[in-house]
């Protein structure tokens, strides 16, 4: 089956620094991924996605970079801020089928 | 617009009941994808729907099953309820096969 997994299960910031996190990703042949973040009690929100086609990939205050030779996703966010405490989840979705195959996130808590 | 809605958002059922959720996916949407959330393995694909054909499903038993009508409003079944099917679970809703949008999901609880 498909692998998708996160470096680092929890990261602590200071407020207003900026967060990197990682998602390492298995299938060659996914061509589309997205970052999500969940609140706790709610479900998965979309934050950015990024096509194979692309390496980088801007929103507000958020970068996608995707790094196809070593299968690697990340998530910048910049200046973070509280409201940002959450887990982050990576999707990936190969070029056959509709599937889409999650990791297993990452915990962000900012620190004041 | 309008997001994804599921109902019911709690649900609380004893083994060996059936269960029936729903979801109202975004308008213009026509894929509805379900996924079941657990602490211990995260989100796993249930099935997806688009113009109400299965278009894909994930390696769950046979008591899951769900189904899409001609608005792309989806429902999924669990029948035989095991304690094991305590989770969250997630309708996400996309126009094609993209941008894939969650709605806050369906709490079951099995006793």
């Known amino acids: 089956g498909e692998s998708v997994g996160l470096h680092l299960p929890t990261l602590s910031v200071q407020e207003g620094d900026n967060s990197i996190i990682n998602c390492a990703y298995s299938?060659?042949?996914?061509?589309?991924f997205i970052w999500y973040k969940q609140e706790s009690g709610k479900g998965p929100q979309f934050i950015i996605d990024?096509?194979?086609?692309?390496d980088k990939r801007q929103g507000q205050r958020v970068t996608v970079l995707l790094n196809k030779t070593v299968k690697h996703l990340s998530l910048q966010i910049a200046a973070t801020q509280p409201g940002d405490s959450a887990v982050y989840f990576c999707?990936?979705?190969?070029?056959?089928?509709?599937?889409?195959?999650f990791g297993t996130g990452t915990s962000l808590t900012v620190i004041p | 617009k309008a997001g994804v809605t599921q109902t019911p958002r709690y649900l609380i059922k004893t083994r060996g009941q059936q269960v029936t959720l729903s979801c109202s996916p975004i308008?213009?949407?026509?894929?509805v994808s379900w996924y079941q959330q657990t602490p211990g393995q995260g989100l796993q694909f249930l099935f997806e729907?688009?113009?109400?054909?299965?278009?894909n499903k994930g390696n769950f038993p046979g008591r899951f099953s769900g189904r899409q009508f001609s608005n792309s409003r989806s429902e999924m079944n669990v029948s035989t309820l095991e304690l094991g099917d305590s989770a969250l679970y997630l309708c996400?809703?996309?126009?094609?096969?993209?941008?894939?949008?969650f709605g806050p999901g369906t709490r079951l609880t099995v006793t």
């Open positions: 996400a809703s996309s126009r094609t096969w993209d941008e894939q949008y």
């Open positions: 990024i096509r194979s086609n692309m």
């Open positions: 999707a990936e979705k190969p070029n056959t089928g509709n599937q889409f195959y």
């Open positions: 299938n060659s042949a996914s061509d589309y």
């Open positions: 308008s213009g949407h026509r894929s």
């Open positions: 729907y688009f113009s109400e054909t299965q278009r």
